[in-house]
C-alpha cells in the first residue's frame, strides 16, 4: 500500500524568507501524481502545485516550487518570499493512477511571522 | 465558474439520529470524492464516484455510510444511527476527468459534531 509521510508537524518562517516542507512517500507504481494542498483555517482545502511522476521537470507554481526525487521518493515544497497568508496547514498527496485515491500525509503546520 | 459546494457548513447532532450531507461538484466534473478529516488527523478517503460506473466504496468505515449521486452530479452521504466517533469535517472533491486521474478540487466542507 502507498504512504506518504510528512516528518515535520510544524514549521516557521519569517516573512520574506523562504522555508521548505518535506514530503516522502512509498508506491511500487509508476503511474502516480504528488500534490501539495494547503489547508487555511477556513478548512477549504486549496491546490497549491501538482507533479505527474512521468515529467522529471520540477512544477512551479509563481512562489511555488517542488524538488522532486522520483528515485528518493522525495517531493519537498519551497515557498519562496513567505506571506502571511501563506500561513496555513499542507499536505502532501499521492494520487494513485490505478485506484484515483488521494493518499494524504498527516501535514505541516507552517507559521509566517511579521 | 463557481468550486465545489457543500451543505451544510456545520451540523449538530444526537447520538443515533441519521444526517445528510450534500455536495454539488463543479459542472462537468465526472468524478466525485469524499473524505474524512477527524480532528488532528490527515485526510481519509470514503468514496469515489467515476462517471456512470459503480462507485468505490472501499473506504467507508462501516455499514452506517452510504452515498448516491444522482445524474451523474449531486451526491448525497448519509450517516446512519451516528456515534461521536463520526465527529469529523467531511470533504467532498470533484475532478474533471472521466477516468479521475487529475486535480481534485475541494469543497470547504461539512464539520459534523455528534453529542
Known amino acids: 500500500a502507498q504512504t506518504v509521510t510528512q516528518s515535520q508537524p510544524e514549521m516557521s518562517v519569517q516573512e520574506a524568507e523562504t522555508v521548505t516542507l518535506s514530503c516522502t512517500y512509498d508506491t511500487s507504481e509508476s503511474d502516480y501524481y504528488l500534490f501539495w494542498y494547503k489547508q487555511p483555517p477556513s478548512r477549504q482545502m486549496i491546490l497549491v502545485i501538482r507533479?505527474?511522476?512521468?515529467?522529471?521537470q520540477n512544477a512551479t507554481e509563481n512562489r511555488f516550487s517542488v524538488n522532486f526525487q522520483k528515485a528518493a521518493k522525495s517531493f519537498s515544497l519551497k515557498i519562496s518570499d513567505s506571506q502571511l497568508g501563506d500561513a496555513a496547514m499542507y499536505f502532501c498527496a499521492y494520487l494513485s493512477g490505478a485506484t484515483n485515491k488521494l493518499i494524504f500525509g498527516t501535514g505541516t503546520l507552517l507559521a509566517v511571522q511579521p | 465558474g463557481a468550486g465545489v459546494s457543500q451543505s451544510p457548513s456545520n451540523k449538530v447532532t444526537e447520538k443515533g439520529k441519521d444526517v445528510e450531507l450534500r455536495c454539488d461538484p463543479i459542472?462537468?466534473?465526472?468524478?466525485l470524492y469524499w473524505y474524512r478529516q477527524s480532528l488532528g488527523q490527515g485526510l481519509e478517503f470514503l468514496i469515489y464516484f467515476q462517471g456512470n460506473s459503480a462507485p468505490d466504496k472501499s473506504g467507508l468505515p462501516s455499514d452506517r455510510f452510504s452515498a448516491e449521486r444522482t445524474g451523474g452530479s449531486v451526491s448525497t452521504l448519509t450517516i446512519q444511527r451516528t456515534q461521536q466517533e463520526d465527529s469529523a469535517v467531511y470533504l467532498c472533491?470533484?475532478?474533471?476527468?472521466?477516468?479521475?486521474?487529475?486535480?481534485?478540487?475541494f469543497g470547504p466542507g461539512t464539520r459534523l459534531t455528534v453529542l
Open positions: 507533479q505527474e511522476a512521468y515529467k522529471q
Open positions: 472533491a470533484s475532478s474533471p476527468r472521466w477516468d479521475g486521474t487529475d486535480t481534485q478540487y
Open positions: 459542472s462537468g466534473h465526472t468524478a
